[in-house]
């Protein structure tokens, strides 16, 4: 790993905003239009007007006008920002402690591995709002593996030292701390803890991708950095995964505008690499699944049936199934779906999948049960939630999962901390 570089991070006033719950979102790509129209609602310089805004030029007018009223406030001293969140998940009360930096898009001995395919759509619609605003409102949520602990120790010390800079409680009850690491020698000492390791992307690889294109831009349109923070770093936030509070959650698929399906008939194709064993019960369905991590259970028609589908013996050989998809990939619940039945046996490909025309994707399996018995899907699938040792593997052989694969709970809030970037236009290449 190379060197993260301290900042001096854009928050929200503590004098002009007497709530932080008024003004922070969840991530952008989490929020649905009826979340959009709340968080609208609740504050008029809430981060949704930059983040989730139609027109990208209102968004640079919002920013601007808010940091020119001292609504938004620059920090005097670079620092490292601890990043606490603490929340409940299965019955048990949980923690978990990170920290925000920069990383230097430059660096080629940062070796930042993502585990995700990319869409188009998203990757433009980012790219079209940093070109106006010149800023990054969200984290990218960052892996790296320290059996050691050795940054955990150094944060755990600093935070217990002194009162949060910030404090607020999201809407699902998640409570969220942050502080601010200014001295120069604990910053050094997270930087050699960290220095031979390598980072690995959670969440937000559109939001990678596109701070990786508009910084080529830059430089091929002859911009140069006036500070630390510009356009060759990017917002993260970095998580030790071999410390507590790291919950992967299933993102489920439910499945629509199907022509001519035949349920009957789609349940014999199948039988070609996966044993088909129907249960009697939504309950049966989801203890059958945990009790497999290759299991993938399966919801036919309106009254549903339920089916258990697990790779057969002729999976395990036939060189027709996952073609293409190397170990430690085949062995994803995410692959085995998309690539051993969605492609083949559904003609639901990549073409398909970037249309967003015949999948959704559910978090609570029980919303996509009602959207079949609603009729509004043909059939769903659940799946059980890729591990944490699995992104590991499959960043470090450079492999790549489908699209929402990982669903990291709790999600880190949007507008906690910003960057603003300066630039020198000043040697800008005349075409």
Not at 126 to 155: A, M, N, Q
Not at 352 to 371: C, H, I, M, N, T
């Amino acid at each position: 790993m190379g060197q993260l570089i301290p900042f001096r991070a854009l928050r929200y006033s503590s004098t002009r905003i007497q709530s932080l719950a008024d003004v922070v979102t969840q991530p952008y790509d989490k929020i649905t239009p009826d979340m959009r129209n709340r968080y609208l609602a609740r504050h008029p310089f809430n981060i949704v007007r930059v983040i989730k805004n139609p027109d990208y030029q209102d968004a640079r007018s919002n920013l601007k006008r808010w940091i020119d009223a001292g609504v938004l406030e620059r920090d005097q001293v670079p620092a490292f920002y601890p990043y606490e969140q603490v929340f409940e998940f299965e019955g048990n009360r949980e923690r978990r402690l990170g920290f925000i930096s920069l990383v230097s898009l430059r660096d080629s001995s940062l070796a930042i591995k993502g585990h995700e395919n990319i869409l188009k759509e998203p990757l433009e619609d980012r790219l079209k709002l940093i070109r106006e605003t010149e800023s990054y409102e969200g984290l990218i949520f960052t892996l790296y593996s320290d059996p050691e602990l050795g940054v955990d120790r150094i944060l755990g010390q600093q935070t217990s030292a002194c009162p949060p800079l910030a404090s607020v409680d999201d809407e699902y009850g998640v409570s969220h701390r942050l502080w601010a690491i200014t001295d120069p020698a604990v910053q050094q000492a997270i930087n050699q803890s960290l220095a031979n390791l390598s980072i690995y992307i959670a969440d937000g690889h559109h939001r990678f991708q596109t701070s990786v294109l508009f910084c080529r831009e830059c430089e091929e349109k002859g911009w140069r950095p006036a500070a630390a923070e510009s356009f060759d770093k990017r917002l993260i936030a970095l998580f030790n995964m071999r410390a507590p509070g790291l919950r992967i959650l299933p993102t489920h698929r439910g499945i629509r505008n199907l022509s001519g399906f035949d349920p009957r008939g789609f349940l014999s194709t199948v039988a070609q690499f996966f044993d088909t064993t129907a249960v009697d019960s939504w309950t049966a369905l989801k203890q059958a699944l945990a009790a497999g991590s290759r299991h993938i259970g399966l919801i036919l028609g309106d009254p549903p049936q339920f089916v258990v589908l697990r790779p057969n013996q002729a999976a395990l050989t036939a060189t027709e199934f996952l073609p293409g998809v190397e170990s430690p990939a085949r062995e994803l619940n995410v692959n085995l779906l998309h690539e051993g039945i969605l492609k083949p046996y559904l003609g639901i490909g990549p073409g398909e999948l970037a249309s967003q025309k015949y999948v959704d994707y559910f978090r609570d399996p029980d919303e996509l049960l009602a959207g079949i018995r609603a009729s509004r899907y043909q059939l769903g699938f659940i799946l059980n939630p890729t591990t944490l040792d699995q992104v590991r593997e499959v960043s470090e052989k450079g492999e790549k999962m489908p699209q929402k694969s990982t669903d990291f709970y709790p999600k880190l809030l949007t507008g906690l901390v910003i960057m603003k970037m300066e630039i020198d236009k000043s040697g800008a290449v005349v075409r």
